[in-house]
């Protein structure tokens, strides 16, 4: 399965990566938000873990740009903003669930698992 | 900043100091307490006095412009060793001064988790979004992400110690409600 981590701290998505790759996922990664869209679009990935706060376009912009292209985009927000308003946000433009960050790496398989199921 | 806010400020500012330090040791895999927590009114000359006082060589400096609610700034700061102790942690294998951009990746992640971890706490309380800006990591003169505030210009700032108990690590935060980029608390 190919996931597409989304986030534009380096540290983060080698984090992720690692715990990713040693479960046998194969990671694409993008650093923006309009990375991550040029990415799906290219390479469609089975499903997309998203930061929110990221430069050039925000986790939620991309939501939507994506879901333009693919209505049945999986999508998982992985953020520090955990707001309670965010996350109504993020729900209603599509994600599928919301991690906050820091988060537990068993919360995060357990999420892709659920989706993938 | 009227009266009453500014006591909201202070009483919401202690959990949601709380509520950062927790998502730093969760994040970092060190057990953080928060130390020294201080709430302040005062003109930014003063402030900006003390913070040299305290931190005469930070080092490296984490800084989120905040908006939403209202404008903020927040600080983190590290010095030298304390940011490679910290980075060191979080990568899992000693790293060398000065940071590689993985290393200051990651202290820009600490920024980011810690200070959003205290706006959603405010958030949260107001039933609105106080969203961070993207981190920005410093590593020389960190109070020249404050240079446009007016050194008589009233402000309230929050700040405390994040310190791992027994061990050589600590960090600083800071947090300046601003009601826009360059003015001060009305």
Same mark, same amino acid.
């Given at each position: 399965?190919?996931?597409? &981590?989304?986030?534009?701290?380096?540290?983060?998505?080698?984090?992720?990566?690692?715990?990713?790759? /040693?479960?046998?996922?194969?990671?694409?990664?993008?650093?923006?938000?309009?990375?991550?869209?040029?990415?799906?679009?290219?390479?469609?990935? /089975?499903?997309?873990?998203?930061? &929110?706060?990221?430069?050039?376009?925000?986790?939620?912009?991309?939501?939507?740009?994506?879901?333009?292209?693919?209505?049945?985009?999986?999508? &998982?927000?992985?953020?520090?903003?955990?707001?309670?308003?965010?996350? &109504?946000?993020?729900?209603?433009?599509?994600?599928?669930?919301?991690?906050?960050?820091?988060?537990?790496?068993?919360?995060?398989? /357990?999420?892709?698992?659920?989706?993938?199921? | 900043?009227? @009266?009453?806010?500014?006591?909201?400020? $202070?009483?919401? =500012?202690?959990?949601?100091?709380?509520?950062?330090?927790?998502?730093? =040791?969760?994040?970092?895999?060190?057990?953080?307490? %928060?130390? $020294?927590?201080?709430?302040?009114? =005062?003109?930014?000359?003063? +402030?900006?006095?003390?913070?040299?006082?305290?931190? #005469?060589? #930070?080092?490296?400096? !984490?800084?989120?412009?905040?908006?939403?609610?209202?404008?903020?700034?927040?600080?983190?700061?590290?010095?030298?060793?304390?940011?490679?102790?910290? +980075?060191?942690?979080?990568?899992?294998?000693? %790293?060398?001064?000065?940071?590689?951009?993985?290393?200051?990746?990651?202290?820009?992640?600490?920024?980011?988790?810690?200070?959003?971890?205290?706006?959603? !706490?405010?958030?949260?309380?107001?039933?609105?979004?106080?969203?961070?800006?993207?981190?920005? +990591?410093?590593?020389?003169?960190?109070?020249?992400?404050?240079?446009?505030?007016?050194?008589?210009?009233?402000?309230?700032?929050?700040?405390?110690?994040?310190? +791992?108990?027994? $061990?050589?690590?600590?960090?600083?935060?800071?947090?300046?409600?601003? #009601?826009?980029?360059?003015?001060? @608390?009305?």
């Amino acid at each position: 399965m190919n996931i597409l &981590i989304v986030d534009d701290a380096a540290f983060m998505r080698l984090r992720l990566k690692k715990l990713l790759e /040693d479960q046998g996922y194969q990671i694409q990664e993008a650093a923006n938000g309009r990375e991550a869209v040029e990415r799906y679009q290219a390479e469609r990935p /089975d499903l997309v873990l998203m930061d &929110i706060t990221m430069p050039e376009m925000s986790g939620i912009e991309a939501l939507q740009a994506i879901r333009q292209i693919d209505s049945g985009v999986k999508v &998982i927000m992985v953020s520090a903003l955990g707001q309670q308003a965010m996350v &109504i946000q993020a729900i209603q433009a599509g994600a599928r669930d919301f991690i906050v960050k820091p988060y537990e790496p068993q919360r995060v398989l /357990d999420s892709i698992k659920k989706l993938m199921a | 900043m009227k @009266i009453e806010l500014q006591g909201v400020w $202070e009483r919401v =500012s202690v959990p949601a100091l709380a509520k950062a330090g927790m998502a730093l =040791s969760q994040l970092s895999g060190l057990d953080f307490s %928060v130390t $020294e927590t201080d709430i302040i009114a =005062s003109q930014w000359a003063a +402030v900006k006095k003390k913070m040299v006082d305290k931190n #005469p060589n #930070p080092g490296y400096a !984490v800084r989120l412009g905040a908006h939403g609610l209202f404008f903020a700034q927040i600080m983190l700061l590290f010095s030298d060793q304390n940011g490679q102790q910290l +980075v060191s942690r979080m990568i899992g294998e000693t %790293v060398a001064l000065p940071l590689d951009d993985l290393g200051l990746s990651a202290l820009g992640e600490v920024g980011n988790v810690v200070g959003t971890a205290f706006l959603n !706490v405010f958030a949260d309380l107001f039933q609105g979004v106080w969203e961070p800006t993207v981190p920005e +990591v410093l590593t020389t003169d960190a109070l020249k992400f404050l240079s446009g505030v007016h050194d008589d210009t009233p402000i309230l700032v929050t700040e405390a110690v994040f310190q +791992v108990t027994g $061990e050589n690590i600590d960090s600083q935060i800071i947090v300046i409600p601003l #009601p826009n980029e360059q003015g001060g @608390i009305a």
